[in-house]
């Protein structure tokens, strides 16, 4: 019984270290570690490819989605003060800035809703995106989450594989 309580009391000092999501900046950090091409497969079996790249000194991480299509979109992610802030330039016209927002798990980075250019608030738009930190480095998940008419529309999942640093 005196093990559990010690073994309990240590969990409990633990806990909110676990309980609690990266900073802003360990997260911005972890971000550009993915530097580099990165590939999965589509829908139909073809090979989508996204790159991430660091720029500005290290002060900006820019991804680039579908690169060279004709669809291609690019999310810049960079430190505004204390804050992580991501904008997306969306294939659809609009360019959605969105906020990280740590959370309960330190394995998830949460993006959410900030304001948006060239777009009316029921027009469709990313509205938050979450990225999910497994133990290996060479892959990565991410969500992007759209809304429409003011509201969930759809989420899209990237499950990348790395291709080259």
């Known amino acids: ?3 559990l309580l010690v073994v309990s009391a240590i969990f409990a000092l633990a806990a909110p270290a676990f309980s609690q999501g990266m900073s802003p900046q360990k997260a911005f950090e972890y971000l ?10 589509g829908p139909s079996g073809e090979s989508m490819r996204v790159i991430y ?27 505004d003060g204390k804050d992580l802030m991501m904008t997306h330039y969306c294939a ?5 800035t969105l906020r990280y927002k740590p959370g309960k798990e330190s394995n998830i980075l949460f993006f959410d809703f900030v304001r948006g250019s060239n777009m009316k608030p029921t027009d469709m738009h990313i509205h938050s995106a979450k990225y999910f930190i497994g133990s290996n480095a060479n892959e990565v998940r991410s ?9 969930y ?3 899209t999942s990237f499950e990348l594989k790395r291709a080259q640093k």
């Open 1 to 3: 019984m005196k093990r």
């Open 32 to 41: 550009k570690k993915l530097a580099g091409t990165w590939e999965m497969k």
């Open 53 to 79: 790249k660091v720029t500005g000194s290290g002060s900006s991480l820019i991804e680039t989605q579908f690169p060279g299509e004709a669809h291609e979109m690019v999310s810049v992610y960079h430190m």
């Open 92 to 96: 659809a016209g609009n360019q959605p």
């Open 143 to 151: 969500d992007w989450i759209g809304w429409s008419n003011g509201k």
């Open 153 to 155: 529309a759809a989420t």
